[in-house]
């Protein structure tokens, strides 16, 4: 029932970065939530903040679904062309509660680490091999700053993934002990996770959606929420 309108960079106007297309993977994530009103547990009232967010689709479209603020963040090169879509969608109602900054994941900008985030989101953000260990790094931190916090939301706060299915890193691939590499990209993310959070992450599937494009996309999304396990000392 919400409408969301994105410029595309296709003539590289703004540096024709990955960030430049609107992926399936951030269409598949907001189809999935609209289709079942229960869903939308996942994001209403809930504070919010977008890694990767490359032309505002997906954020935008989590504030008018019931987002309480949600703050879209990217390498600041994409900023010009994020924050010339979030101004296109917004609306007089938003004030402050949808917002952006530039972000290089592994870093501790203020913007995004002095609040507790209720929920983090991302979208088809393993594609570049060199990037993962910085990503893994990033959600652990949000994941256990959320933990920390006495005011956090019930459960403390996740992260709602959507990835493709991709195999791009190659079977062949090893990581610093010798081991082969996971059968899908978005495997690496959840063992540096893992590693990171010491064997603290909780992964739970909520669903798997056939994409249409499978060429750029891998042949499914899956979609992932995580979370800190608490343990009972």
């Given at each position: ?194 590693t990171r959070m010491r064997g ?34």
């Open positions: 029932g919400h409408q969301v309108c994105v410029l595309h960079d296709v003539c590289k106007a703004f540096g024709g970065t990955c960030g430049s297309v609107l992926w399936t993977a951030s269409t598949a994530l907001i189809e999935w939530l609209d289709a079942d009103p229960s869903r939308r547990e996942h994001i209403t009232k809930r504070t919010v903040v977008e890694l990767g967010s490359g032309l505002g689709f997906t954020g935008t479209c989590l504030l008018r679904m019931g987002a309480a603020q949600v703050l879209l963040t990217d390498v600041p090169r994409q900023l010009p062309i994020l924050r010339r879509n979030l101004r296109s969608n917004r609306r007089p109602s938003d004030g402050a509660t949808l917002q952006s900054c530039g972000f290089v994941w592994g870093g501790r900008p203020r913007r995004v680490f002095l609040q507790r985030w209720d929920l983090v989101v991302a979208c088809d953000v393993v594609y570049k091999i060199d990037h993962v260990p910085a990503l893994a790094d990033t959600i652990a931190s949000l994941l256990e700053s959320g933990m920390a916090d006495a005011g956090c939301s019930p459960g403390g706060t996740q992260a709602l993934l959507a990835l493709p299915d991709r195999k791009d890193f190659g079977y062949h691939l090893k990581d610093s002990q010798g081991r082969l590499h996971p059968k899908y990209d978005y495997e690496l993310l959840l063992r540096d996770l893992q603290a992450l909780e992964v739970k599937v909520l669903d798997t959606i056939s994409t249409p494009d499978p060429d750029a996309c891998g042949t499914s999304v899956i979609l992932l929420l995580l979370s800190r396990a608490t343990r009972n000392l």
